[in-house]
C-alpha cells in the first residue's frame, strides 16, 4: 500500500546505519513520569478494611482471554469489598474462541494472592458445601450480564444484587465483563482494585521460569534487575550481569510489539487492506461465519466506506504501517522486536514490508524450543501470560491499538512499576491515517517529523482521566504516590 515511503523508510535507515546516535523513543521523554511511585498496597487504617459481618459469598464464573479475566478478578475483588462479602476464587469460563480449560490456579499463585488482600477482602477457594449444591438460577442469585449494565456503578450493585446476596448468602455473577465502572468509585475501593492488579496476581512459577527463559532469549545474556522484572519474574529473576556488557552476545535492548492484525479484528473492522477482489471476499465469508450479529446489523443500517473508516482511524494498523512508524521514530533495522501474538493475517507475505525494514522480529515460538513449549500447548491463556511478561518487560512497548485488553494491561503495568524508564508508543490512528493519506507527495523529514510528535503527544504525563481505567492509566492518588518535585 505505502511502496514510494518504503523505499524512502529503507534508504532513510540504510543511513542511520553508521551513525552513533540511536532513536530518542527508547526513553521516556518528560521527566515528570518518574515523580510517580506505586503505592497501591499502602496500610490502611483499620476501619478502612474488612467489617466483622458478612453477607454472603459471590462466586465468578469470567469469560474471554487472560487480560479480559485478570480485569474481571480485580472488579470482582471490588465488588465484594463493597457488598461486605466473601469472594471464592474466581472461575474462568471454556470459551469456544480460547479453548483453554485453565483456571486460576494454572495462571496465578492462589495463595499469594489471597494472602495479599486478606486485610481487606475475605477470600475462600471454595464455596461451603451447604451453598455448592444449591441452584442458583432457581433461587434468583445468578447474575448474567443482562442483569448488570456495562460500566455499573455501585448504586446498581446496591440495588440489584446486595438483595439475592442478603436472601441466598450466595450469588454467581456468570460473565461479568466489564460490569464494573471506573468513576464514581469510592477511592477505597479504586485503589483495591489497583491493589488487585499489580500486587495480588502473581504468575505461577511454570509461567515465571518460561518468561524468565523467554526474556533472556531475546537479550542473550542477563537482562537488568528492575523492579519490572523483580514484579514479573518472581524468584526467577535473572542474575546480575556483569558491569562490561559484551555487546557480541546480543543487544542490551528490545522493543515489544503488540500487533493486532488478527484475522477476526481485520475482519470486523470492514476496512480494506489492499489485497482487491480476493480479500475483499475472504474477508466478508469470515464475518459471514463468525459475526453474524456484525452481518445482520449492516443489513439495517447505511455502510460507512473503507475509505472513511480509515480516515476516521478506525482501521487496524497493518505491519506495513507499524513499520513506517518505527523507522520513523528513528529505530534502526538492526533493532530487536518481539512480536506478541504473531498470528497475523496474511501471514508472511504480508509481514514481509515490515521484515524487509526490520529483519530481527522474534517471537515466543522462535525462541523456546518446542519442549519448552509443550507445557503451555492447548492453553492460550497461559501462552498469552508468556507475551505479557515480554512485553511489560521490553525497554520500549509498540502498540497498534488502544482497545486492546493485552495493550492496556501491559502499558499500565509498565506506568505502575517502570519508574519513568518504560516508555510505551501509542500511534493516534486518525493522524496517522491523515500522514499516510499523503503518501504519493510526503517527503521523508517531513514524514519523520509529524509521526514523532504524534507519538510524543501521546507520551505527555497526564494523571487518570475520570473515567479512564486504572488499570490501563494508574496514575491517580488511589494507586500511585506523586513526589514534589
Known sequence: MYDRLLNLASSALAEKEFKQESSRFLEEPYQQASAWKPCSDRKVPMKMGKFDKNNGYILISANGGLNQQRVAICNAVAVASLLNATLVLPRFLYSNVWKDPSQFGDIYQEEYFMSTLKDEVNIVKDLPPHLSSLDFEALGSLITDADIVKEAKPVDYIRSVLPPLLKNGVVHFLGFGNRLGFDP?????????????????????????????????????????????????????????????????????????????????????????????????????????????????????????????????????????????????????????????????????????????????????????????????????????????????????????????????????????????????????????????????????????????????????????????????PRCPECMCKEAR
Not at 500487533?259 to 466478508?284: I, P
Not at 524487509?356 to 492447548?378: G, I, Q, W
Open 185 to 473: 468509585l469510592p477511592s477505597n475501593l479504586q485503589r483495591l482494585r489497583c491493589k488487585c492488579n499489580f500486587h495480588a496476581l502473581k504468575f505461577v512459577p511454570k509461567i515465571q521460569q518460561t518468561g524468565s527463559l523467554l526474556v533472556r532469549r531475546i537479550r542473550k545474556y542477563d537482562a537488568a534487575r528492575r523492579m519490572l522484572d523483580k514484579q514479573l519474574l518472581g524468584n526467577f529473576m535473572p542474575k546480575n550481569s556483569s558491569n562490561k556488557q559484551d555487546t557480541s552476545r546480543g543487544p542490551s535492548k528490545y522493543l515489544a510489539l503488540h500487533l493486532r492484525f488478527e484475522v477476526d479484528m481485520v475482519a470486523y473492522s470492514l476496512c480494506e487492506f489492499g489485497g482487491g477482489e480476493n480479500e475483499k471476499k475472504n474477508l466478508q465469508a469470515y464475518r459471514e461465519t463468525h459475526f453474524p450479529l456484525l452481518i445482520e446489523r449492516l443489513k439495517n443500517s447505511s455502510p460507512i466506506s473503507p475509505t472513511k473508516l480509515r480516515k476516521l482511524g478506525r482501521c487496524p494498523l497493518t505491519p506495513e504501517e507499524a513499520a513506517l512508524v518505527l523507522a520513523g521514530l528513528g529505530y534502526k533495522r538492526g533493532t530487536y522486536i518481539y512480536l506478541a501474538g504473531s498470528h497475523v493475517y496474511g501471514g508472511e507475505s504480508r509481514m514481509y514490508p515490515f521484515t524487509s525494514l526490520y529483519p530481527n522480529l522474534v517471537t515466543k515460538e522462535s525462541l523456546l524450543t518446542s519442549d519448552e513449549l509443550a507445557p503451555f500447548r492447548n492453553f492460550s491463556s497461559q501462552l498469552a501470560a508468556l507475551d505479557f511478561i515480554a512485553c511489560a518487560t521490553a525497554d520500549v512497548f509498540a502498540i497498534t491499538d488502544s482497545g486492546s485488553q493485552l495493550s492496556s494491561l501491559v502499558s499500565g503495568f509498565r506506568t505502575y512499576y517502570g519508574g519513568g524508564h518504560a516508555p510505551t508508543l501509542r500511534p493516534n490512528k486518525k493522524r496517522l491515517a491523515a500522514i499516510l493519506s499523503e503518501k504519493s507527495t510526503i517527503g521523508w523529514n517531513a514524514f519523520e517529523d509529524r509521526v514523532k510528535k504524534m507519538i510524543e503527544e501521546g507520551q505527555r504525563v497526564r494523571a487518570r482521566g475520570f473515567g479512564r481505567s486504572i488499570y490501563r492509566q
